[in-house]
């Protein structure tokens, strides 16, 4: 009877020993899935409202406000404001200071964003941070001359005066007479 309980033990080992060497099957997830990445959330802007305006200052604005957006944050005009001057739908832009002038007071000319001709009172173009398509607007500046401008000033830094625009290949005292009332240099 020892012999049978022996055999059957060893049976059972045996049993065991191929059971613990079968390897369970390898199970190859899938990686998980990415979540949908979001385009990121404009940031607001920030800007200065001057002249004409009931509460002159730093407002912040949502992203694609306007120019009249930015007069009502500054409490509207005042009675002296001179509104035909300034093109209330233009799109704001951040750090951008925008004046509403005085009845009487003299204004800049700056290029209009539909059709590059110029505009009274109209904001100048900050040329350290003006895209390819606003710099074409301005005159005597096409695609070629407007992408060495922002070459220019990735390889250089910001522009410290309007004259350093000179600099710029293409940009000649003529060149740069024809713009130097349109643009400004802000950081």
């Known amino acids: 009877m020892a012999k049978h309980w022996q055999d059957l033990l060893l ?9 613990c060497q079968q390897t369970a099957p390898i199970v190859v997830l899938p990686p998980p899935t990415p979540a949908p990445t979001m385009p990121p959330t404009p940031a607001p802007l920030r800007v200065y409202v001057s002249g004409a305006v009931q509460s002159p200052g730093v407002y ?3 992203p694609c406000s306007l120019v ?16 035909e001057h300034i093109n209330l ?11 509403v002038p005085r009845k009487g007071e003299p204004v800049q000319s700056a290029p209009s964003t539909d059709s590059g001709a110029t505009t009274p009172g109209a ?16 005159p005597k500046i096409g695609p070629t001359t407007a992408q060495r ?13 309007v ?19 349109l643009i400004t240099v802000e950081p």
Not at 68 to 83: F, N, V
Not at 124 to 138: C, H, Q, S
């Open 11 to 19: 049976m059972l080992c045996l049993v065991a020993l191929v059971a």
């Open 60 to 62: 912040t604005l949502p």
């Open 68 to 83: 009249d957006d930015a007069l009502k944050a500054a409490g509207g005009a005042t009675a002296e404001a001179d509104l």
């Open 89 to 99: 739908a233009l799109e704001a832009r951040d750090q951008q200071q925008i004046h």
């Open 123 to 138: 904001l100048r173009i900050n040329i350290n941070t003006a895209t390819l398509g606003e710099l074409d607007k301005l």
């Open 149 to 161: 401008i922002i070459d220019y000033r990735t390889k250089n830094g910001p522009f410290k005066r």
């Open 163 to 181: 004259e350093d625009l000179k600099n710029v290949s293409g940009i000649g005292d003529a060149t740069f007479e024809a713009l130097k009332d």
